[in-house]
């Protein structure tokens, strides 16, 4: 294996990296090198002024009749319009409202309801835990089982009267990527439906759902979208199960003619069902600042600086540092997500040591420490020095500081 460029190799790198061009349009604090875009991109430049814009010419100009002048009332469609050719779907079948959460109880609900006869959701118990929170609470609403199993291990029997299948694309903690296109085709040869959780996938990997046949998805829009704390999230209900849709929570303003505020719910037809309630308008004005910026480069060529970024992280704190960490993400970047973990059984210390140095990563137990290689505003030499800063975190053994060790609420 030839040795990982060195400091002067990722400067020339950058000078020619087309992408690089892209870095001022990011607000980052001077003196951090973010690696953890996967749990909460960094807010675009155009963010500000697009906030302001919808208080003083939006709503401060229109009061309620925003609604139908700024087209607040479309927003959730043409923001899913928007995250659709990012996901390989067709606009229509793409919304933007609620949380993931919210969002995958709705689809799993859906999606029992569309197969009908059956006992069994599948799912892996390495999963987000909402994603298996979910689907334990949705099987007890229903009189279902779940059955837990690895990717690896979805065929034949294990596919046996399952109504659903959900599984995160890209797994949060080791970065695997599943095989959509093959796991789908197992569920659907079973009569299952596929449901992917495209939260660490969607502006990362290139996807293609309709390629894939994929019948649901969710995602989040705050990690490589950049769409801000607490940004919307999408909903994906392929065309071919629209007529079918239970919701089960029909909100008045998912109703077919919510201004009719009709005694009884009919829902919208396509995907507009699954609108809940009044959109968080304010937080749909940063997700779409952050598409123009996000969406302006094609995710091949993103995938591959992101790929390129990862494996520099890895070959350096390998040679530098030999058996001191555990890879735990598949050793071929293209077999991972755009993030690498680490185990280390200090690994909280280390990270915490490592923001101390402005590198920011994230911890998660038991003993993972997790590095997003965002490539749009990362430069080569970001990640270098982001791995020098590690190796000398644990050589120095700063991250023994008593200071390190203590936990807040989030990690
Ligand atoms: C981040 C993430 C979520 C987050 O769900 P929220 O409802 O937005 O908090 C869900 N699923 C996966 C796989 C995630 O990575």
Same mark, same amino acid.
């Given at each position: 294996?030839?040795?990982?460029m ?5 400067l ?8 690089? =061009? ?14 953890d ?26 009061l ?20 659709a050719?990012?996901i ?5 079948d793409v ?13 799993l ?9 059956r ?5 892996s118990d ?6 298996? /929170?979910?689907?334990?609470a ?6 279902y089982?779940?059955?837990?199993a ?10 046996k ?20 296109g093959?796991?789908? &085709?197992a ?13 660490h996938?969607?502006?990362a ?16 829009? /705050? ?6 704390p ?5 909903a ?6 629209h007529?079918?849709?239970?919701t089960?929570?029909?909100g ?7 201004f ?30 952050a ?20 494996a520099l !992280? ?5 040679g530098?540092l030999?058996g001191? !960490?555990?890879?735990? =993400?598949? &050793?071929e970047p293209?077999?991972?997500g755009?993030h690498?973990s ?5 690994? !909280?210390a ?6 101390? &140095? ?18 749009? /505003?990362l430069s /080569?030499?970001d ?17 023994r500081?008593?200071? !390190? ?7």
């Amino acid at each position: 294996m030839p040795p990982p460029m060195t400091r002067e190799e990722c400067l020339a790198r950058d000078a020619s990296d087309p992408l690089a =061009s892209l870095r001022p349009q990011f607000v980052i604090p001077e003196g951090v090198i973010y690696l953890d875009g996967n749990s909460l991109g960094p807010p675009v430049r155009a963010s500000a002024t697009r906030a302001a814009a919808l208080v003083t010419d939006e709503w401060g100009a229109h009061l309620i009749g925003g609604w139908e002048r700024d087209g607040w009332i479309d927003s959730g469609a043409r923001l899913g319009g928007r995250i659709a050719p990012l996901i390989g779907a067709r606009p229509d079948d793409v919304l933007v409202c609620d949380s993931t959460t919210v969002n995958l109880f709705k689809l799993l609900h859906v999606g029992v309801a569309l197969r009908p006869n059956r006992s069994v959701l599948l799912a892996s118990d390495d999963d987000f835990p909402t994603d298996r /929170y979910l689907v334990e609470a949705v099987a007890a609403q229903r009189g279902y089982t779940v059955r837990w199993a690895p990717p690896r291990n979805w065929h034949g029997a294990t596919l046996k009267d399952v109504a659903v299948g959900v599984l995160s694309h890209v797994n949060f903690r080791t970065g695997l990527i599943a095989d959509m296109g093959a796991i789908t &085709r197992a569920l659907h040869d079973a009569g299952a439906l596929a449901l992917w959780d495209l939260s660490h996938s969607v502006g990362a990997l290139p996807l293609d759902l309709g390629a894939c046949d994929v019948d649901m998805a969710v995602g989040c829009t /705050y990690k490589f979208l950049c769409g801000g704390p607490g940004a919307p999230a999408f909903a994906m209900v392929g065309a071919h199960l629209h007529a079918g849709v239970h919701t089960p929570i029909p909100g008045w303003l998912g109703h077919a003619r919510p201004f009719a505020f009709a005694a009884q719910y009919e829902p919208a037809p396509g995907i507009g069902w699954a609108v809940t309630g009044t959109p968080t308008i304010a937080s749909h004005v940063l997700l779409d600042a952050a598409l123009d910026v996000v969406g302006s480069v094609a995710v091949t060529a993103t995938r591959h600086k992101a790929m390129e970024l990862g494996a520099l !992280f890895v070959d350096i704190v390998e040679g530098e540092l030999p058996g001191v !960490f555990t890879l735990h =993400s598949p &050793r071929e970047p293209e077999l991972r997500g755009n993030h690498v973990s680490l185990g280390h059984p200090d690994g !909280f210390a280390i990270v915490q040591g490592l923001i101390a &140095r402005g590198v920011v990563g994230d911890f998660r137990e038991p003993d993972v420490l997790r590095f997003g290689f965002a490539p749009l /505003y990362l430069s /080569y030499v970001d990640v270098h020095d982001a791995a020098i800063a590690l190796v000398d975190v644990m050589r120095t053994e700063e991250w023994r500081d008593p200071r !390190f060790s203590r936990r807040g609420t989030v990690t």
